[in-house]
């Protein structure tokens, strides 16, 4: 069983920036980021493998960007240009499977993203 903390999120004005960051406390192969919006299906945001291959959704290319410490276990969500449509639950999630299967991997707790206009 792999435990992932979460922490980073926060409320912040649109336009600015927040980090998230995630801690695994097992090897994982791919970790990423997948985000739940109220009334809204929960979607992947971004994933990265142990060999640095990124998955973005079309919604975040150009304004976040994934990337992970391997030794550390641990992937960060670098957020920019943040919009009001970004504020959602954001939740960690690891895997020995493979991108595809990212999402039936070990869940974290979820961090809240609040983004005011």
């Known amino acids: 069983q792999v435990q992932l903390v979460e922490s980073g999120g926060g409320l912040v004005q649109a336009g600015g920036s927040l980090r998230l960051s995630c801690a695994a406390s097992?090897?994982?192969?791919?970790m990423g980021w997948y985000r739940q919006a109220p009334g809204k299906q929960r979607e992947l945001v971004a994933a990265?493998?142990?060999?640095?291959?990124?998955n973005y959704a079309d919604s975040v290319k150009g304004r976040f960007t994934i990337s992970r410490d391997n030794a550390k276990n641990t992937v960060y969500l670098q957020m920019n240009s943040l919009k009001p449509e970004d504020t959602a639950v954001y939740y960690c999630?690891?895997?020995?499977?493979?991108?595809?299967?990212?999402?039936?991997?070990?869940w974290g707790q979820g961090t809240q993203v609040t983004v005011s206009s």
């Open positions: 999630v690891g895997s020995i499977g493979t991108i595809v299967t990212l999402g039936r991997g070990y």
């Open positions: 990265i493998t142990s060999g640095g291959s990124t």
């Open positions: 097992g090897r994982t192969n791919v």
